[in-house]
């Protein structure tokens, strides 16, 4: 039995996650992380803790505290927050990690310092500006011919992202977001969206997985259409995506390590164009492939084990195309008493207090 910490454990990522390591034959011992005391009560792990934010000074403390008490062997994180911190921190933690290097983190991170790569590898991206006054989102409008596409450098869920009518509303939607110096504005894509999620050890290639999206759910509350949150997505096969992706990744980084989950969008040329790879973690809805046959969370373990793979059909998409997943909000309602809430933030001040 391996002994496994994941962090976000209430949130629909780290779930997936969860659930897919629930289906191996292998058995886990996971303990669960959220700094939700609401999120957390939906974890699934076998135990969960309430954390304090990554952003506070005694949160790797309080990691280091739980891999002690559970002899923990390993750690995952799925999302982009954490991921920062735990990054950066990587050699004060206690504990087994597999993910690419410090700097590659820093750069997929960062939308467009992960855009001035591609552009710097000849690859075919949108155009990009970054925005830092009204006169460089003037300039871009006027170049663009105000076909653009708003959107924060960094963060998940398309995060402020928008595209305007007119320069007023893609000033006034900046404005409304303090977004000076954090936005980019780029060439507008087409609506076609696909991810392509791989795993690679050590600068080779193990497995990779490409999916499209059919529509985005509860895309009705979102400015832009999109919430991050698929709501059907189907397997297909596309060549010239596997070239892109691959060639995508290895700008960044040469010797990749670790999981590249590449968002590519297609242009009005029927080009799929890299838009950002969610570093160091599987897109949410990962459980789709294991149910479908790959169990990329169990191979990504494995390989941070150094064990042995079961032999994979093919490299690149060995799941059949047209498979299709479709999903809304992951969890069942759960009933707990409002002193839960209370007894959690109790745990975690108790240990606290003890760092």
């Not at 969370?297 to 494995?302: F, N, W």
Request: charged fraction near 25%; glycine fraction near 6%; hydrophobic fraction near 40%.
């Amino acid at each position: 039995m391996k002994n496994i910490l994941v962090t976000g454990a209430g949130g629909s990522p780290s779930t997936n996650f969860i659930r897919s390591l629930r289906s191996a034959k292998e058995k886990y011992f996971i303990v669960g992380t959220d700094s939700s005391e609401f999120y957390l009560n939906r974890s699934e792990a076998d135990v969960s803790y309430l954390a304090p934010s990554c952003k506070q000074e005694k949160y790797i403390g309080f990691l280091n505290y739980l891999i002690k008490k559970h002899k923990l062997e390993f750690m995952h994180v799925q999302n982009d927050y954490e991921m920062e911190v735990v990054s950066a921190n990587r050699e004060k933690l206690n504990i087994k990690l597999f993910l690419p290097s410090k700097e590659t983190v820093l750069t997929c991170l960062d939308k467009y310092e992960t855009y001035k790569k591609w552009v710097k590898n000849d690859i075919k991206v949108p155009e990009t500006y970054f925005i830092n006054t009204f006169s460089d989102l003037k300039k871009a409008y006027e170049i663009l011919k105000g076909k653009i596409w708003i959107r924060e450098i960094s963060g998940a869920g398309g995060r402020g992202s928008l595209e305007p009518k007119d320069l007023k509303q893609a000033k006034t939607w900046i404005d409304f977001k303090d977004g000076w110096g954090k936005f980019t504005v780029a060439g507008l894509l087409s609506p076609n969206s696909v991810t392509w999620m791989s795993i690679w050890k050590d600068g080779k290639l193990v497995v990779a997985q490409s999916r499209k999206r059919l529509y985005w759910e509860l895309s009705k509350i979102s400015p832009s259409g999109i919430t991050g949150v698929t709501g059907a997505g189907v397997t297909f096969s596309d060549a010239i995506l596997d070239e892109i992706a691959i060639k995508a990744i290895k700008s960044i980084d040469s010797k990749p390590n670790g999981i590249f989950s590449a968002d590519l969008t297609y242009d009005f040329e029927g080009i799929p164009n890299p838009t950002e790879i969610n570093i160091g973690r599987f897109f949410t809805t990962h459980e789709f492939f294991t149910q479908a046959g790959l169990n990329m969370p169990e191979i990504y373990i494995k390989l941070a084990y150094n064990e042995k793979l079961s032999k994979i059909s093919k490299k690149i998409n060995p799941l059949k195309d047209g498979l299709m997943w479709i999903r809304g909000v992951d969890f069942l309602p759960v009933l707990i008493k409002e002193s839960k809430l209370k007894k959690d933030m109790e745990v975690m001040n108790k240990i606290l207090n003890k760092l």
